[in-house]
């Protein structure tokens, strides 16, 4: 298998998530900043011309974190990632969507609408007056999650899974554009730290 990666939060959750399997695999960056992304080679493999994308050993190509998460997870059970039982599983993917639709998406949208539209308005579809609003909502939906989160370790107890990855590379990336977690939410903020401890131990010496 080959990943074709880049910087910004989506490629991260998958570097993360291989790295918590202790699984190397070849890489390709692609430089997302000069467009390689927006370009035939690349679109061949990923028409979305989105970062990440994973060649397949068949030659086959996967596309979407979340699915390249899951088959990565398949394929290198231990430790599970997503869940041992189908009623993990299904937990996992429930905050999985939760986060994705009500934290990750409003939050990456209002940067790619505000300070990433000089970037981004050549390339797709910008909504520059949706920007604050969508900034707002991420937020208001991170002080949703920080209630729920409540006596717990991780998002779904204390089970560590793809869902606290997710989390917590979409926060950090908030921090580098200007929407940094709100310091009341102590949950989200105490699993933050959880997890660059979990990074620093797996860091290559």
């Known amino acids: 298998m ?12 998958v570097t993360m998530f291989l790295a918590e399997k202790g699984v190397s695999l070849d890489t390709v960056k692609v430089d ?18 989105q970062s990440p994308c994973l060649e397949l050993d068949d030659g086959g190509h ?6 390249i998460c899951e088959y990565l997870d398949e394929k290198f059970p231990n430790p599970p990632l997503i869940g041992s039982t189908p009623e993990e599983r299904a937990e996992t993917r429930m905050w999985l ?57 991780w998002v ?8 606290d990855i997710l989390l917590f590379c979409f926060v950090e990336f908030g921090g580098t554009v200007g929407q940094p977690l709100n310091p ?3 949950n989200i903020a105490a699993l933050v730290e959880r997890v660059k401890a979990r990074v620093a131990e797996k860091a290559p010496a």
């Not at 080959?2 to 959750?13: D, Q, R």
């Not at 996967?62 to 699915?67: F, G, Q, R, T, V």
Request: proline share 8%.
């Open 184 to 186: 009341d939410n102590k």
């Open 32 to 49: 997302i900043m000069a467009g390689e992304n927006r370009q035939a080679p690349y679109m061949q493999k990923n028409p979305a011309g």
């Open 97 to 153: 969507r939760r986060i994705d639709l009500n934290i990750c998406e409003p939050l990456v949208n209002g940067f790619r609408f505000a300070e990433g539209l000089p970037l981004f308005q050549s390339r797709m579809r910008t909504i520059p007056h949706a920007a604050a609003d969508l900034k707002s909502l991420a937020q208001e939906k991170l002080t949703w999650l920080d209630g729920l989160m409540t006596g717990k370790t």
């Open 62 to 67: 996967l596309a979407e974190i979340i699915p």
């Open 156 to 163: 779904a107890g204390e089970r560590f899974s793809l869902a």
């Open 2 to 13: 080959k990943l074709y990666t880049s910087i910004g939060p989506n490629p991260a959750v």
